[in-house]
């Protein structure tokens, strides 16, 4: 049974750093594409971040590029999201998801993506 958790959000400052963890269990992740998955209060999700195991490369929304970046531990079967310079419009609760596909899909920075598994998620609040 494929299960995704997310760990490590929080309330932080402005210009403050986190680091979401996802822990994939019931599957080997490094199989597949893991993305991350952001929904603002009153707003449609929005992808955010992606690691595709097919290219071997990471995938970024603009409005997240240079700050955010996606790694895996292959060991832990865990999927990481460093969050830096985070900003006020970073709140929201943050997803990680696969289609277990080997490859990244749908346009990051949008709501067009298709994921079939999901998990529960964890707020990530940023104010001062």
């Known amino acids: 049974q494929v299960q995704l958790v997310e760990s490590g959000g929080g309330l932080v400052q402005p210009g403050g750093s986190l680091r979401l963890s996802c822990a994939a269990s019931?599957?080997?992740?490094?199989?597949?594409?893991i993305g991350w998955i952001r929904q603002a209060p009153g707003k449609e999700r929005e992808g955010v971040s992606c690691?595709?195991?097919?290219?071997?490369?990471?995938y970024y929304g603009d409005s997240v590029k240079g700050r955010f970046t996606i790694s895996r531990d292959y060991a832990k079967n865990t999927v990481y999201l460093q969050m830096n310079s985070l900003k006020p419009e970073d709140t929201a609760v943050y997803y990680c998801?696969?289609?277990?596909?080997?490859?990244?899909?749908?346009?990051?920075?949008?709501?067009?993506?298709?994921?079939?598994?999901w998990g529960q998620g964890t707020q990530v609040t940023v104010s001062s």
């Open positions: 998801a696969t289609d277990l596909r080997s490859y990244c899909t749908g346009v990051l920075g949008t709501g067009d993506f298709e994921y079939d598994y």
């Open positions: 019931g599957f080997r992740s490094e199989g597949y594409a």
């Open positions: 690691h595709s195991v097919s290219d071997g490369l990471t």
